[in-house]
């Protein structure tokens, strides 16, 4: 099983930015960050493709995240810029096979996820 554990979450003030990160046992060939806010589905905001570093956004954070990768540290970063209440959330990072367009934001697509880390915006 692949392991992945998170940090970086917190508060912040409403414009303000955070870095998580999630080191992974393994990395696989796409890693995503989710969130899920109270009483709301999980939803899926950054993914990268790791062969290539290939990245894809949710249009609710696209221009205000960023996701990357470290290779010798097994990590994955999202930088999370101009945040607003609304990002608010347990974020949670994944890491699965398939990162097409079908794949990349679907829960159920991937295997193995972290414990999960929160995000307070206000």
């Known amino acids: 099983d692949v392991q992945l554990v998170e940090s970086g979450g917190g508060s912040v003030q409403a414009g303000g930015s955070l870095r998580l990160s999630c080191t992974v046992s393994v990395v696989t060939r796409c890693m995503a960050w989710f969130r899920q806010a109270p009483g709301k589905e999980r939803e899926g905001v950054a993914a990268i493709y790791t062969d290539y570093g290939d990245t894809y956004y949710a249009d609710s954070v696209k221009g205000r995240f960023t996701i990357s990768q470290d290779n010798a540290k097994n990590t994955v970063y999202p930088q999370m810029n101009s945040l607003k209440p609304e990002d608010t959330a347990i974020y949670y990072c994944?890491?699965?096979?398939?990162?097409?367009?079908?794949?990349?934001?679907?829960?159920?697509?991937?295997?193995?996820w972290g414990q999960g880390t929160q995000v307070t915006v206000s």
């Open positions: 994944a890491a699965g096979t398939r990162c097409d367009a079908l794949y990349r934001f679907l829960a159920t697509g991937y295997n193995s």
